[in-house]
């Protein structure tokens, strides 16, 4: 689910509230990053969640209807397509949503009026009116249409953003992410599929995993050296003029370049170059760039750049 430039996100996060805060606990930071890299999880269980949501809403509609005291003939025998879509039946009965449901808070059913608001939202939509009119049915059919709701109603729906930003700051830079997991997901489903339909996994492999912690650890052991190669590089600034966020940055590209023999120079380099545009100034990118591809060159001349495989460096 996590691609390597959300764990570089995550990591920065919590470096900067380590060296912003007055611990100097490494345990703390490691439990901070792991929570909220579960937390990215959590939130693409949600999200799938609400989809279960709202057809549970659409259900319940339903179920009131036929028991009106003067039900209309329209109540009594109501138009089933969207509550017996093949899709959002497999994430209903999905064991692992199940076991999300019944093991962790799960906030919809507290906000009840925010399902009923979208699941209102997508019955006035031209969207539902051409699915629930369409007399031909196929699995294929019903797939598209789920991901056609989800990325609609759901994907950019502030109210949604809203009401789970208040539930965990972690989820401020998940959205993206989650939302792609949850695409994903809707597309890996099959004819086929039962119960037992696998969930995005948090990470793509132990690999990424091991990326995250050791990124972290790593940049906050070697702080002081990555400084010091951060001041004689940038020899015509002095080091109270370096941003914060820059300072950050460069010493996790600086770990990078070190530790993980993996990865191509070219890759960190652009990957901080596209994190300072979110994150820092907009000349950052051009000072990042200079110091770390200077360093780049350094570390080679002195052999301590070392990376696995033709052309990485």
């Known amino acids: 689910m996590l691609n390597r ?74 138009n089933t397509k969207f509550t017996h879509n093949n899709t959002l039946t497999l994430l209903a009965e999905n064991l692992s949503l199940i076991e999300h449901f019944e093991n962790e808070e799960v906030y919809w059913d507290e906000n009840p009026e925010l399902v009923g608001k979208i699941f209102r939202q997508i019955q006035e939509s031209e969207t539902y009116a051409n699915y629930i009119n369409d007399q031909n049915t196929s699995f294929l059919e019903d797939r598209k249409f789920v991901s056609a709701l989800f990325m609609e109603f759901i994907a950019a ?83 109270e003029r370096i941003s914060d966020m820059d300072q950050l940055l460069m010493q996790m590209a600086i770990c990078e370049l070190l530790n993980f023999e993996t990865i191509p120079v070219k890759v960190t380099l652009n990957e901080y170059i596209e994190l300072s545009k979110d994150y820092s100034s907009q000349k950052s990118k051009i000072f ?24 990485l460096v």
Do not use: C, M
């Open 5 to 78: 430039r959300h764990i570089r996100i995550k990591v920065l996060q919590i470096l900067y509230a380590f060296f912003h805060s007055e611990s100097e606990e490494l345990t703390k930071s490691e439990r901070d990053l792991n929570n909220s890299l579960e937390k990215a999880h959590s939130l693409y269980v949600h999200l799938l969640l609400l989809l279960v949501a709202i057809k549970k809403q659409a259900e319940d509609k339903i179920e009131k209807g036929k028991n009106k005291l003067l039900p209309t003939q329209e109540d009594l025998s109501p």
């Open 157 to 239: 729906n502030e109210d949604v953003h809203t009401f789970l930003e208040e539930k965990s700051i972690y989820w401020l830079d998940d959205f993206e992410v989650s939302n792609l997991a949850v695409i994903k997901t809707i597309k890996s489903l099959k004819p086929e599929s039962d119960e037992y339909a696998r969930l995005q996994p948090l990470f793509k492999d132990e690999e990424d995993r091991t990326f995250a912690s050791n990124l972290l650890k790593r940049t906050i052991l070697n702080s002081s050296d990555y400084t010091k190669y951060i001041v004689e590089t940038a020899s015509n600034w002095d080091e």
């Open 288 to 311: 990042i760039n200079g110091v770390i591809d200077k360093l780049a060159i350094r570390f080679k001349e002195e052999g301590i750049l070392k990376k696995l495989g033709r052309g």
